[in-house]
């Protein structure tokens, strides 16, 4: 799709399990969730997931995603981005000031 969010990581991963939705004030395994599998092998360090607290800063929907023929694109929800043309690309879509860290969060 392209990349639809700009955030910063607030918090450092913990397992699924342990995770609390701050705006809820509530545990993970508590909250309705969209991808309900979340919370697979919720006791197994190895194969649970682990999750970070992000504060999104910029996002768009899905279908309004940032994009251009030939951008870096990874699987992961998160990776280091590297490539120099779609780090300048993305700081001008998302409105990055030069000193901020790279956007996170293709899809």
């Known amino acids: 799709m392209g990349y639809v969010g700009y955030g910063e990581v607030l918090s450092p991963p913990v397992m699924a399990k ?7 004030n509530a545990p993970l395994t508590d909250v309705t969730l969209r991808q309900p599998n979340l919370l697979h092998d919720i006791d197994d360090p190895e194969l649970c997931e682990w999750v970070v607290g992000v504060e999104w800063i910029t996002s768009f929907a899905n279908d309004d995603a940032r994009k251009f023929p030939g ?10 981005l590297r490539d120099e043309k779609t780090f300048k ?13 790279a956007p996170a969060s293709p899809e």
Do not use: T
Not at 18 to 24: A, D, G, N, S, T
Not at 71 to 80: G, P, S
């Open 18 to 24: 342990e995770f609390v939705v701050q705006f809820k």
């Open 89 to 101: 690309f993305l700081k001008h879509e998302f409105n990055v000031e030069e000193d901020s860290p």
């Open 71 to 80: 951008i870096f694109a990874n699987q992961n929800v998160v990776c280091k």
